[in-house]
């Protein structure tokens, strides 16, 4: 049962649920203990949302236009188990776009040079699946996942690959490079007023939604939702508030 | 020989075995097999004369006659409207107990819209699953201001404490009107937003650490500091 | 050749180490997770509430619907994420070990919606999956007449075991799995499965092996969840 109004009073009146203040971002929570079979696995909290992902390297044929690069492929899933309103089913627009976003943070910030994916030109290249799955759906689940995957992959191991078998389980000492750590930083707006972070309740009544991807104060990937638009700027000081995070969210990664 | 075989006020689980011999009768939460009789929830045992029964700890809202709810209009039909308890079934409020009188053909929109939040009486309960609400009774009435917090049903007993101890503690310290719903939801309204973010606090913190010791004690000093940890 | 001593120094009866802890996902009504050797199961439980589409309701009873899904790193070999048809046979025959002990006639036209997800698999999956079920539905408060506790048995090379790890269910010499749910009050089995070769002696051996299991992981349930609302009442 929300209360629009009464979350819209406090935000005018510079506060929010919780107490938290309106550029304040919730406690953050990395963890890597999530499945021994994964290559490389993480586990992000953001107050009481929880997501786990894990990557998972196989061998494949490189794109025809890039034949010494290998790539990503981000899958997301909705459970069901973490939300009353997630269903069962194929995923549908929400997981898609959640997916996507955190593929191009990864892929246009270049933190992941995928020529060093390359096995053999034009032949075999390594495809690192990252797969996304919610646990508990609190708010922002965006900048859970997009943490989360690249705290997995920052920890990925390469498997063994002999006589054209991936050998898994088994790992090369090729550990994943990261060139750099995009962060991703979800802001909100309601009214005249931008908030960091939203929780759960707080999205039910955002007007926009910007999510911006940064990388050394860079902006690599962004992702406007919401059913109204944002002024020239509403959207600078969101990009000031997403590379102020970006420094503090970072750190968190090990 | 009856015996009982679990401690008063002992948490149970379902399929504990709770007594033996035909002497003790099973009440709410428990039932019997043969001549025992086991929990069928996870709950408290007590002993109620010759009555076994367990008080849920946790599940969905199951209504009972009289009990004072809040509830969200979802539909509206010729007769009166749907209301969302929480629970699977909407409960039905029909004009007639509506706590203004409605001329037959008015626009129901315009007295409780979908969406609206009303305070309402449980009048009849059939099964479990249907629902007669009335809102003619002191108090009952639409919702325009405040806010709405959702607690664990089962933990209603606890945010109202003994006598009603507990939410008068809480209604006194943080100077909000406060109406507990039985299904859950609780309604605040104080003179400042920071009276009603400390009410809602206090409470969310009875509903999580309603099973500690001390519960009161802690709550008044929660309230003393004004919510700092 | 005969398995004499197994791979990981268990004795033949004796299960992986087990963990249990209920309330982990906080928007649930119900949740638990199970962890036994390497094998990871959540589940969380949403209801009674309402069963949409109409045709589905039961006006003489709730009903229970279960998904079981293994997350893609959960194993060695990534698993395409999404249902198989594998993990819709789990569901079905994870709904029927439950449904014995549910009582949901004070639940008409609705229903109890059970989702289980595998995080880490070292075979028994199915298995971990039910024993956190069952807490996770005693946990959202539903009437049951008892708890579900369930645990895989077989036979490895020659030998009657509790418990297979992935490298005993892969033996050389060929192994059976019985993954079995028991009701330990009624002592009802709920979950019979079977594939591989055993004898009706070795069969009966494995199921009082497992009913040996259950009991302990029966334990743990309980004591799970009495421990977290320790406190309570007082």
């Keep these: 049962m929300m209360n629009k109004d009464y979350i819209i009073s406090l935000i005018e009146q510079d506060k929010r649920l919780s107490n938290r203040k309106l550029d304040e971002y919730r406690k953050v929570e990395l963890s890597y203990d999530v499945s021994k079979n994964a290559d490389g696995a993480a586990r992000c909290k953001i107050g009481d949302t929880e997501v786990i992902v894990g990557v998972k390297f196989n061998v494949g044929e490189p794109y025809p236009d890039n034949p010494d690069e290998g790539t990503i492929i981000v899958t997301a899933e909705l459970l069901p188990l973490s939300s009353p309103e997630f269903d069962l089913g194929p995923p549908g627009a929400q ?47 965006i900048d859970a996942c997009a943490l989360a995957a690249i705290a997995a992959l920052k ?70 939702g919401g059913e109204k638009g944002l002024k020239m700027e509403e959207i600078t000081q969101m990009v000031d508030i997403a590379i102020a995070k970006e420094k503090d969210l970072k750190k968190l990664i090990k | 020989m009856s015996k009982i075989l679990m401690k008063e006020k002992s948490i149970v689980v379902p399929g504990e075995e709770l007594a033996e011999g035909m002497d003790y009768l099973p009440g709410m939460g428990s039932f019997r097999e043969g001549d025992k009789i086991f929990s069928s929830k996870l709950g408290l045992g007590l002993l109620d004369n010759k009555l076994i029964k367990v008080i849920p700890l946790t599940g969905t809202y199951m209504p009972r006659t009289d009990d004072q709810v809040i509830g969200r209009v979802s539909d509206i039909s010729f007769g009166g409207w749907f209301v969302n308890l929480g629970g699977p079934y909407d409960a039905n409020l029909s004009i007639r107990e509506a706590s203004e009188f409605i001329e037959r053909g008015a626009d129901l929109t315009t007295f409780y819209n979908f969406g609206d939040i009303i305070m309402a009486k449980v009048s009849k309960v059939i099964r479990n699953s249907i629902i007669d609400l009335s809102m003619k009774g002191p108090g009952l009435r639409k919702l325009k201001d405040g806010k709405i917090i959702e607690v664990t049903p089962s933990k209603v007993p606890r945010i109202i404490g003994k006598q009603g101890s507990m939410i008068s503690l809480i209604k006194e310290k943080t100077n909000c009107k406060i109406f507990v719903g039985q299904n859950g939801l609780i309604w605040i309204k104080g003179e400042k937003v920071e009276d009603e973010v400390l009410a809602t606090n206090a409470i969310l913190k009875v509903d999580e650490e309603s099973h500690n010791e001390g519960l009161t004690d802690r709550i008044k000093e929660f309230l003393k500091k004004g919510g700092k940890k | 050749m005969s398995y004499t001593k197994r791979f990981d120094g268990r004795k033949f009866d004796e299960m992986r180490k087990t963990e249990a802890k209920i309330g982990v996902i906080k928007r649930a009504d119900g949740s638990a997770m199970f962890k036994i050797g ?20 039961n006006p003489s009873k709730g009903i229970l619907r279960c998904n079981y899904d293994m997350a893609s790193f959960s194993v060695p070999d990534r698993k395409r994420p999404g249902p198989s048809r594998r993990s819709s046979e789990i569901s079905l025959v994870t709904a029927k070990s439950l449904s014995p002990v549910l009582d949901l006639s004070k639940h008409p036209n609705a229903v109890i919606d059970l989702f289980i997800e595998i995080t880490q698999a070292n075979a028994g999956t199915r ?27 077989g036979k490895v090379s020659d030998k009657v075991v509790v418990d297979l790890d992935k490298e005993e269910e892969d033996h050389e010499e060929g192994a059976t799995d019985i993954p079995i749910a028991y009701s330990p009050r009624t002592k009802d089995f709920t979950l019979l499965q079977l594939d591989g070769n ?3 002696k070795e069969l009966k051996e494995a199921l009082e092996m497992s009913k040996k299991g259950c009991e302990e992981i029966y334990k743990l349930q309980v004591k799970t969840l009495k421990d977290h609302f320790k406190g309570e009442g007082k």
Excluded at chain 1, 156 to 171: C, F, I, N, S
Excluded at chain 3, 38 to 57: E, M, N, S, W
Excluded at chain 3, 132 to 143: C, D, K, R
């Design chain 3, 198 to 200: 055993v004898s009706k």
């Design chain 3, 38 to 57: 390497d094998t990871i199961a959540i589940a969380a439980v949403y209801g009674p509430r309402k069963l949409h589409p109409r045709f589905l309701q």
């Design chain 3, 127 to 153: 298995c971990a999956g039910i024993t956190a079920a069952s807490m996770a539905l005693a946990h959202a408060g539903i009437t049951m007449k008892d708890l579900v506790s369930s645990i895989s048995v």
């Design chain 1, 155 to 224: 920890n990925a191991k390469l498997p063994k690959y002999e006589k054209e078998r991936v050998l898994h389980g088994e790992y090369s000492n090729k550990k994943i490079e990261l060139t750099k750590l995009p962060i991703t930083c979800t802001l909100g707006k309601i009214n005249s007023k931008i908030i960091v972070d939203p929780g759960m309740q707080e999205e039910s009544v955002l007007d926009s939604r910007l999510t911006v991807t940064t990388a050394d104060g860079n902006i690599h990937a962004m992702q406007k």
């Design chain 1, 95 to 141: 997981a898609t776009e959640l997916a996507r976003v955190v593929d191009r943070g990864i892929r246009e910030s270049k933190a992941l040079d995928f020529k060093k994916l390359c096995i053999k030109k034009g032949e075999k290249v390594w495809m690192a699946f990252i797969d996304i799955y919610t646990i508990n759906d609190d708010g922002n689940l």
